[in-house]
Nanobody, 124 residues
Framework: QVQLVESGGGLVQAGDSLRLSCAAS????????MAWFRQTPGKEREFVAA????????NYADSVKGRFTISRDNAKNTVYLQMDSLKPEDTAIYYC?????????????????WGQGTQVTVSS
């Protein structure tokens, strides 16, 4: 069992940067692929980025490639999402997720554990 708690969301202006953190409980953190998803009202939750258990491989949605960077610190049981050059369309609730099916997985159903989410709002 893994419990995930996100933090770092907030209100920023277009072009600004923000770093999200996701702290995980449990000693098995390093066994999990970690990912970030986001959701806006009335829309399905969408994949943003994922990172392999070692941190050596990453996967990004086309919409964030080149602007967002996912990383992890297994010693701290924490995964991060560095978001640069933010746009108003990045406004969403961002969720951290953990799974065991690999970093190429982008479907909501392919991740087993979820955090409660953190709100990111980007004003124009």
């Amino acid at each position: 069992q893994v419990q995930l708690v996100e933090s770092g969301g907030g209100l920023v202006q277009a072009g600004d940067s923000l770093r999200l953190s996701c702290a995980a409980s449990g000693r098995a953190f390093r066994m999990y692929t970690m990912a970030w998803f986001r959701q806006t009202p009335g829309k399905e939750r969408e994949f943003v980025a994922a990172i392999s258990w070692s941190g050596g491989s990453t996967n990004y949605a086309d919409s964030v490639k080149g602007r967002f960077t996912i990383s992890r610190d297994n010693a701290k049981n924490t995964v991060y999402l560095q978001m640069d050059s933010l746009k108003p369309e990045d406004t969403a609730i961002y969720y951290c997720a953990a799974g065991t099916r690999g970093y190429r997985r982008v479907g909501v159903s392919e991740y087993d554990y979820w955090g409660q989410g953190t709100q990111v709002t980007v004003s124009s």
